[in-house]
């Protein structure tokens, strides 16, 4: 791995001169850490929102290859908390520099798509099946998805525990 621009190296392992090289806008090793992740890929982003744009964070992959661990990370430790809890901070803490010059309202969902089948893991009756549909002025939504005012970060983290309890695949809390 060539972290500094970026690429990655795959060598066939029965002939070492057969090379290819994969080329991303950033990369991470063993190396890096959640901070590494967060103020390098995710703050400008989070900005972003911040000043009125939508974004998305999308982790995606092989079962076993850091999902959780980069999302969620573990709470209890700063330097393990993944992206999720990052910008949860860097929300509430944008929010609170900003003096009331601006009114701000944060919402949270929480949402399992598990077998092609999207669920609201905030509904105490979450095996309804929801259905994503397209807003010919909005984009796309899923119907019926419920969310949750939440004023402070620990109102946040604990829509998150009530969503995880309501998980299909085994969640373990990280406390
Ligand atoms: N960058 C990392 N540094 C240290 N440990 C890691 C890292 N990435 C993953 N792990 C560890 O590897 C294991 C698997 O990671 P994780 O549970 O995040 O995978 P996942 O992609 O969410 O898997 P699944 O799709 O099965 O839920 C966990 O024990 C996790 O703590």
Not at 3 to 23: A, S, W
Not at 71 to 98: L, N, T, W
Not at 129 to 135: A, H
Request: proline residues 2%; hydrophobic residues 30%; negative net charge.
């Amino acid at each position: 791995m060539r972290t500094q621009v970026g690429q990655i190296e795959l060598r066939n392992p029965k002939d070492h001169e057969d090379t290819k090289d994969f080329t991303f806008d950033a990369i991470y090793d063993e190396n890096s850490t959640q901070s590494d992740l967060y103020e390098e890929t995710f703050r400008d982003l989070v900005d972003s929102v911040l000043n009125g744009y939508n974004a998305t964070i999308f982790a995606y992959g092989q079962t076993g290859t850091g999902k959780t661990h980069t999302m969620e990370g573990k709470s209890d430790d700063p330097q393990q908390r993944g992206v999720i809890y990052k910008c949860i901070e860097h929300i509430f803490e944008h929010m609170a520099a900003s003096h009331n010059q601006e009114e701000y309202l944060v919402r949270a969902s929480y949402l399992e798509i598990y077998q092609e089948e999207i669920r609201d893991l905030l509904e105490a009756e979450s095996n309804k099946k929801l259905e994503i549909k397209e807003r010919p002025d909005g984009g796309v939504y899923v119907k019926d998805l419920t969310s949750r005012l939440t004023r402070s970060i620990a109102e946040i983290q604990d829509v998150m525990i009530r969503g995880n309890a309501h998980r299909s695949v085994g969640w373990v809390s990280p406390n």
